[in-house]
């Protein structure tokens, strides 16, 4: 098991790919035409994110394996993914990554938002799956992983909530204050981009390290 502040980090860089504050003006777009339905909706998302980042948490090290991938291989490849979706947050931008115009356009005429989009890609994309299964390796203790997936589902959490308060969210806060936000998060998640890539490379060409 890590040191605490090592999970404080990793729960920092959680929020900051998952972005549950950031999401919402996308949340309350997606659901304009069932607005009777948002509490459920939210709760829906919620717990569709929790379930994807615990399997990926649970499963990640299987899912490695079966494609014969190399942890420091991952890490590069994940820490080039999440420096990817770091300058487009810098940027105050949502990053094609995570979601497209089509699948924008296909949950405004869709009920069943709160698993996909909203959960997969949208927060619990590529990125913050590749976050988590990289966590996950940093140690193979069994209190290491139920650590892990309990940041999981607190950040999981926040999803719910800050969709239940959205609109009180998006009355209080200004565009211009998620943008603050986003940038903010998007530096933190570059930092740790870098050191997922630079961990990976030293392992992977010895030779750097010298």
Request: net charge positive; charged share 15%.
């Given at each position: 098991?890590?040191?605490?502040?090592?999970?404080?980090?990793?729960?920092?860089?959680?929020?900051?790919?998952?972005?549950?504050v950031?999401?919402?003006?996308?949340?309350?777009d997606?659901?304009?035409?069932?607005?009777?339905?948002?509490?459920?909706?939210?709760?829906?998302?919620?717990?569709?994110?929790?379930?994807?980042?615990?399997?990926s948490v649970?499963a990640?090290?299987?899912?490695?394996?079966?494609?014969?991938?190399?942890?420091?291989?991952?890490?590069?490849?994940g820490?080039?993914?999440?420096?990817?979706i770091?300058?487009?947050?810098?940027?105050?931008?949502?990053?094609?990554v995570?979601?497209?115009?089509?699948?924008?356009?296909?949950?405004?005429?869709?009920?069943?938002?709160?698993?996909v989009?909203?959960?997969?890609?949208?927060?619990?994309?590529?990125?913050?799956?590749?976050?988590?299964?990289?966590f996950?390796?940093?140690?193979?203790?069994?209190t290491?992983?139920?650590?892990?997936?309990?940041?999981?589902?607190i950040?999981?959490?926040?999803?719910?909530?800050?969709?239940?308060?959205?609109?009180?969210?998006?009355?209080?806060?200004?565009?211009?204050?998620?943008?603050?936000?986003?940038?903010?998060?998007?530096?933190?998640?570059?930092?740790?981009?870098?050191?997922?890539?630079?961990?990976?490379l030293?392992?992977?060409l010895?030779?750097?390290?010298?």
């Open positions: 098991m890590l040191e605490w502040n090592d999970y404080m980090r990793m729960l920092t860089g959680l929020f900051a790919i998952v972005g549950p950031s999401t919402v003006p996308l949340f309350l997606f659901t304009d035409n069932v607005q009777s339905q948002r509490k459920k909706i939210a709760r829906t998302s919620g717990f569709a994110v929790a379930c994807i980042l615990t399997l649970l990640g090290s299987r899912i490695l394996r079966t494609f014969g991938i190399s942890i420091d291989g991952f890490r590069v490849a820490g080039l993914l999440l420096m990817t770091a300058f487009e947050m810098l940027n105050a931008k949502t990053t094609r995570k979601h497209t115009p089509e699948e924008d356009q296909e949950a405004i005429d869709s009920t069943s938002v709160g698993v989009p909203l959960a997969l890609p949208l927060l619990a994309g590529p990125g913050a799956i590749s976050t988590v299964i990289l996950g390796q940093q140690s193979e203790a069994f290491h992983k139920a650590v892990l997936i309990l940041l999981c589902w950040v999981a959490g926040s999803v719910w909530t800050s969709f239940h308060l959205a609109p009180q969210i998006s009355k209080r806060l200004s565009q211009t204050s998620m943008n603050i936000t986003s940038r903010v998060m998007g530096l933190i998640l570059a930092a740790m981009s870098v050191e997922f890539i630079v961990g990976g030293k392992n992977l010895p030779g750097l390290a010298n």
